[in-house]
């Protein structure tokens, strides 16, 4: 069965790769990305929700810091 990550992640990693063949920073490219993410976002998704899903993004950007379950 093929997934959403199945489809996107050969795009993405495409995009990036032939950005860095013409010298474009894959921070400009994350920010064109993130920027079209929004823009998805927006037309399926309340704003609170939006804020909450990069909230809890942004909670867990440390690579070292552990992750908190909670149980339902």
């Keep these: 069965m093929t997934t959403a990550r199945d489809i996107i992640e ?4 495409a995009a990036l790769a032939e950005a860095a063949e013409k ?4 921070d400009a490219m994350a920010r ?3 920027e079209k993410v929004l823009h ?5 998704r ?4 939006i ?4 909230m809890e993004a942004a909670d ?7 992750f908190m ?3 339902p």
């Design 46 to 49: 309340a704003p609170e929700d």
């Design 32 to 34: 064109i990305m993130f």
């Design 51 to 54: 804020k909450a899903e990069l």
């Design 23 to 26: 010298k474009i920073s894959s």
């Design 10 to 13: 050969p795009h993405i990693e």
């Design 60 to 66: 867990h950007l440390d690579p070292d810091e552990d």
């Design 69 to 71: 379950f909670m149980r």
């Design 40 to 44: 998805i976002w927006r037309d399926v």
